[in-house]
């Protein structure tokens, strides 16, 4: 069966993106990461999305990524932040080896705000983060398998211990 080595979750600015990157090129694989997977089946940007058509339609097309990429990716997998709120996305994880990469509230507003525009973030992006977190962490602490905390690390560090949970499970 087709798996992914290693599924990347964690709120937005825990690093998934950048860190999935590195971590695919250390392994000699591929990422795919959902947001861009989205945004092709859109044909737009993630902002767009949310702007013409909706947060829930956003969050089909992100459950119909999820599921595909499960399915045929065997590369790192990044999702965004907010794909673990579906129930079925959270069944479909259930046997995979999904890292957590964790991040405290200050150092992802200070990341989240380098980034590039998120849609939930756009205003107020502290309060913004401060209620996603208290929503999402239980859901993040329970589908992950590795736990990592990226606060004040690089992703190199990141990735290097990753890599060490990844040969012992
Ligand atoms: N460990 C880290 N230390 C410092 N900056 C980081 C780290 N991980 C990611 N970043 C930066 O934070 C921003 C958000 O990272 P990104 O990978 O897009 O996060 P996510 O996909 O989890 O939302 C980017 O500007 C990225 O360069
Ligand atoms: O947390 C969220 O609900 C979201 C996170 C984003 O991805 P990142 O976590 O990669 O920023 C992206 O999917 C969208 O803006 C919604
Ligand atoms: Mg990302």
Same mark, same amino acid.
């Not at 932040?81 to 709120?85: S, T, Y």
């Given at each position: 069966m087709t798996r992914p080595k290693a599924v990347l979750i964690g709120p937005? *600015?825990?690093g998934k993106s950048t860190v999935g990157a590195a971590l695919a090129e250390r392994l000699g694989v591929t990422l795919r990461d959902t947001d861009a997977d989205t945004e092709a089946a859109a044909g737009k940007p993630i902002g767009e999305i949310f702007i013409d058509d909706g947060e829930e339609h956003f969050r089909a097309l992100e459950r119909a990524a999820v599921q595909a990429a499960l399915a045929e990716h065997e590369g790192v997998l990044a999702l965004g932040? *907010?794909?673990?709120?579906a129930a079925e996305t959270q069944e479909l994880l259930a046997g995979h080896t999904v890292v957590y990469l964790q991040v405290g509230l200050s150092e992802a507003v200070k990341r989240v705000g380098l980034a590039s525009a998120r849609p939930l973030l756009v205003m107020n992006p502290r309060s913004q983060l401060r209620k996603l977190l208290e929503e999402r962490l239980p859901i993040y602490e329970r589908l992950g398998t590795i736990v990592v905390a990226t606060d004040g690390r690089d992703p190199a560090e990141i990735v290097e211990e990753i890599i060490k949970e990844l040969e012992r499970s």
């Open positions: 937005p *600015g825990s932040g *907010g794909a673990i709120l």
